[in-house]
T-cell receptor, first 115, second 114 residues
Framework: AQTVTQSQPEMSVQEAETVTLSCTYD???????LFWYKQPPSRQMILVIR??????QNATENRFSVNFQKAAKSFSLKISDSQLGDTAMYFC????????????FGGGTRLMVKP | ETGVTQSPTHLIKTRGQQVTLRCSSQ?????VSWYQQALGQGPQFIFQ???????GRGNFPPRFSGLQFPNYSSELNVNALELDDSALYLC?????????????FGPGTRLTVL
């Protein structure tokens, strides 16, 4: 079974600063996609960024970027220029199996952006 | 383009009852997945439907069942409710359920079992 570990239950950052959220995963698959989702207090899970394991280049979406280390099975999320609206739970997810896109999620990191 | 919608928003049931939760997939998507998210935890995969057939199932007992309709909307049914079934139930849709397909989530249904 796949496992996803987020070792930081809670983090805080000052507005405009940079923060990195950690994630490690375990999979026996060769090609797969990894995802970071954000869940604000409104509860709706919103896709932040995704990374294809076959791509060497780390994915970037505006202020969000990943540091993907395939051999180490590490997939961290960096948020630059943090904004108050970034306050949320962040979940890392990997595929449950190679038969489709069902996801296994980590336990989440609660991020608080302070003014 | 309409996003994923779920109903109801909140629901309160008593132990032993049955409940049905509903989900409408995003326009153009024919795959629906259901997840259970207990308080303070990450979502756990329940099952997935692709073109009206169950396409995969997580580690949930048979009293959790589902349906997908020809318009690709879906239902999650839970029989013989237990206190531990209290959770946020999330529905997600994707194009065809392939490994590269991103899942888009609805706002969830909060179920409380008393």
């Amino acid at each position: 079974a796949q496992t996803v570990t987020q070792s930081q239950p809670e983090m805080s950052v000052q507005e405009a600063e940079t923060v990195t959220l950690s994630c490690t995963y375990d999979t026996s698959e060769n090609n797969y996609y990894l995802f970071w989702y954000k869940q604000p207090p409104s509860r709706q899970m919103i896709l932040v960024i995704r990374q294809e394991a076959y791509k060497q280049q780390n994915a970037t979406e505006n202020r969000f970027s990943v540091n993907f280390q395939k051999a180490a099975k590490s997939f961290s999320l960096k948020i630059s220029d943090s904004q108050l609206g970034d306050t949320a739970m962040y979940f890392c997810a990997c595929p449950t199996n190679n038969a489709g896109n069902m996801l296994t999620f980590g336990g989440g990191t609660r991020l608080m952006v302070k003014p | 383009e309409t996003g994923v919608t779920q109903s109801p928003t909140h629901l309160i049931k008593t132990r032993g009852q049955q409940v049905t939760l509903r989900c409408s997939s995003q326009s153009g998507h024919n795959t629906v997945s259901w997840y259970q998210q207990a308080l303070g935890q990450g979502p756990q995969f329940i099952f997935q439907y692709y073109r009206e057939e169950e396409n995969g199932r997580g580690n949930f007992p048979p009293r959790f069942s589902g349906l997908q309709f020809p318009n690709y909307s879906s239902e999650l049914n839970v029989n013989a409710l237990e206190l531990d079934d209290s959770a946020l139930y999330l529905c997600a849709s994707s194009l065809v359920g392939g490994i590269s397909d991103t899942q888009y989530f609805g706002p969830g249904t909060r179920l409380t079992v008393l």
